[in-house]
T-cell receptor, first 108, second 120 residues
């Protein structure tokens, strides 16, 4: 099974900062990676799919990139509503559909 | 608007059973794979099961295989998860999720979740 490893597990940042979260797959996943945002006490929401396609209504400050085994989620200018936990997920090999361990973006 | 409404969670003793339901609306239910994803308290997301359009094909994580059964009733637009032989480490919020149309499969809509607590 493909494993997804996220780093860092947490990051402290200020409003306006550029934030980068990375996800590494244990083998190539053909760019079929999604990113989800989860705010405390809420269900996750799909943010990016296909490594770089922004889900409808997603803010343009979020972007995704990567190929092969290494993928990145970037928030270009962190906003107060972006403080949340972010998860990656691979969709290349099904089943299973594993998630990364999560990255918590906290206020500095 | 897509809506997924889970029900059936609660407190159950170790070894017990429970059935979760997920009422779906706002999309053509029978045209989408559906899944359950869970999240233990303070932990990350874990995919546990998916079901094909018709319900003929089912898929499970190793952690629940043989104990959980996913099913669907397309006439009622409802997804189910039968949980048996529950253990303390099954304590989690269980989310019903709609899968994207076609492969590759992402989870594009989520319910609000229902909490299952396994404890004596």
């Amino acid at each position: 099974d493909i494993q997804m490893t996220q780093s860092p597990s947490s990051v402290s940042a200020s409003v306006g900062d550029r934030v980068t979260v990375t996800c590494r797959a244990s083998q190539g996943v053909n760019g079929w990676v999604a990113w989800y945002q989860q705010k405390p006490g809420k269900a996750p929401k799909l943010l990016i799919y296909g490594a770089s396609s922004l889900q409808s209504a997603g803010p343009s400050r979020f972007s995704g990139s990567g190929s092969g085994t290494d993928f990145t989620l970037t928030i270009s200018s962190l906003q107060p509503e972006d403080f949340a936990t972010y998860y990656c997920q691979q969709a290349y090999s099904f089943p299973p559909l594993p998630f990364g361990g999560g990255t918590k973006v906290e206020i500095k | 608007e897509v809506q997924l409404l889970e029900s059936g969670g609660g407190l159950v003793q170790p070894g017990g059973s429970l059935r979760l339901s997920c009422a779906a609306s706002g999309f053509t239910f029978s045209s989408h794979l559906m899944s359950w994803v869970r999240q233990a308290p303070g932990k990350g997301l874990e995919w546990i099961s998916s079901i094909s359009f018709s319900g003929r094909d089912t898929f499970y994580a190793d952690s629940v295989k043989g104990r959980f059964t996913i099913s669907r009733d397309n006439s009622r637009n409802t997804l189910y998860l039968q949980l048996s032989n529950l253990r303390a480490d099954d304590t989690a919020i269980y989310y019903c999720t709609k899968m994207t149309t076609g492969y590759p499969y992402y989870f594009d809509n989520w319910g609000q979740g229902t909490l299952i607590t396994v404890s004596s």
